[in-house]
């Protein structure tokens, strides 16, 4: 079974910079395909980006494409979310998960585990 814990996040101003990291224990990182997902209160949990087994430029969502990048490093069993120009509507609690599948899953359900999330706050 593999745990995955998230780190990284906090306050910020709006336009500012954060990295969230995501390690994964119990198992071989390059074995899943990996997501980050946000939840803001009162609404869904949404894909932010996922990214290959085997890495490579990753998919985003609309909403962050071009200031969110996801990348991973299967030798430390590391994925980060580096998160440039931020914004109010960027405030959520954010989560990392693994899915067994072959491609990436755009919703959270294909995912096979789950981080316990880390808090971003994005002031104005």
């Known amino acids: 079974q593999v745990q995955l814990v998230e780190s990284g996040g906090g306050l910020v101003q709006a336009g500012g910079s954060l990295r969230l990291s995501c390690a994964a224990s119990?198992?071989?990182?390059?074995?899943?395909?990996m997501g980050w997902f946000r939840q803001a209160p009162g609404k869904e949990r949404e894909i932010v980006a996922g990214i290959r087994r085997s890495g490579g430029r990753g998919w985003y969502a609309d909403s962050v494409k071009g200031r969110f990048t996801i990348s991973r490093d299967n030798a430390k069993n590391m994925v980060y979310l580096q998160m440039n120009s931020l914004k109010p509507e960027d405030t959520a609690v954010y989560y990392c998960a693994a899915d067994r599948g072959e491609l990436i899953s755009t919703g959270p359900n294909p995912y096979d585990y789950w981080g316990r999330g880390t808090q971003v706050t994005v002031s104005s």
């Open positions: 119990g198992g071989t990182l390059s074995s899943y395909v």
